[in-house]
């Protein structure tokens, strides 16, 4: 995931979305997080008109990637002793952008989850049951996924049928839960 949204976040800065360079726009975003941590409302509205509901345009990677970026350069590898204005703010945009990367994004012959893991489960018939923040909060699991882990349920009824529809269609079955 977390690998992913980097991707997302250069292609951006390739695609020329504005004339900042991406440590420019770290230092812009650092700058505008630390403003807005007081009133983290204001802040979650700001950063998510930015990003988006469904389909985050370019500068919404390239501004969420600052923020977590800068997070890093600050030495903040985990959400442990986290600013909870701050978890606020990035706790509902990670979830999004995970939910997204698991469920929309496909491998370049479309037909495929782009990650991995998701492919097998869903190829073997699961289902994404639900996302679940700072389940993994060690070095790797931040790493990997800023913390966020999936669960996939294997529920007996129609393991067949959303095995078949994965592989044949490449529909992707989600929880009730999760939409």
């Known amino acids: ?3 992913w949204l980097r991707r997302r976040a250069r292609a951006a800065e390739g695609r020329g979305q504005g004339s900042l360079t991406l440590d420019e726009c770290v230092e812009a975003a650092e700058e ?3 403003r807005a941590l007081p009133d983290a ?3 979650e509205e700001r950063l998510l008109d930015v990003v988006g509901e469904e389909l985050p345009p370019p500068a919404g990677f390239k501004l ?3 923020v977590m970026a800068a997070r890093e350069r600050r030495g903040m590898h985990t959400w442990e002793n986290e600013d909870e204005d ?6 509902p945009i990670l979830t999004r952008l995970a939910r997204r990367y698991i469920v929309e994004e496909k491998s370049p012959a479309g037909m495929r989850a782009l990650d991995p893991v998701a492919n097998f489960h869903l190829r ?3 289902l994404v049951e639900k996302l679940n923040w700072n389940a993994d909060p060690s070095s790797k699991g931040w790493s990997r996924s800023y913390g966020l882990m999936v669960n996939y349920l294997y529920h007996p009824d129609g393991i067949e049928q959303r095995s078949h529809a ?3 269609m490449g529909q992707i079955a989600v929880s009730e839960t999760l939409d």
Do not use: D, I, M, T
């Open 124 to 126: 073997n018939g699961a």
């Open 166 to 168: 994965y592989s044949v």
């Open 32 to 34: 505008e997080a630390l």
């Open 1 to 3: 995931f977390r690998s």
């Open 64 to 66: 969420f990637h600052a």
């Open 41 to 43: 409302p204001k802040a």
């Open 86 to 91: 701050f978890v606020g703010v990035a706790q």
